[in-house]
Nanobody, 117 residues
Framework: QVQLEESGGGLVQPGGSLKLSCAAS????????MAWYRQAPGSQRELVAS???????RYADSVKGRFTISRDRTWSTVYLQMNNLKPEDTAVYFC???????????WGKGTQVTVSS
């Protein structure tokens, strides 16, 4: 199985920055794509950014120009650099991974990001 662990969340003032990390236990050879989702209280979980093994990257319109998704060369960690944070970015951020064996999807437990002055 794949184990995902998010870290890097916290409290930040509007306009500040945070960098989230997602550590994946699964071998890089089996992961097809990884993504960041977020969910605010009372809201649906939404896709923030994704990256696949072909380096195809997608972002939600609400974060374009502010957030950047990246990974290390071993595919052991995926990052989400978040700049110019806004109060509406407040949510629990989840890491997601899809593996090649049947396209199975796995989720981390999430990390809280709070943007407030």
């Amino acid at each position: 199985q794949v184990q995902l662990e998010e870290s890097g969340g916290g409290l930040v003032q509007p306009g500040g920055s945070l960098k989230l990390s997602c550590a994946a236990s699964k071998s890089r050879f089996s992961i097809n794509s990884m993504a960041w989702y977020r969910q605010a209280p009372g809201s649906q979980r939404e896709l923030v950014a994704s990256i696949n093994v072909g380096h195809n990257i997608r972002y939600a319109d609400s974060v374009k120009g502010r957030f950047t998704i990246s990974r290390d060369r071993t595919w052991s960690t995926v990052y989400l650099q978040m700049n110019n944070l806004k109060p509406e970015d407040t949510a629990v951020y989840f890491c997601n991974a899809i593996i090649s064996d049947g396209g199975t999807s796995f989720w981390g437990k999430g990390t809280q990001v709070t943007v407030s002055s």
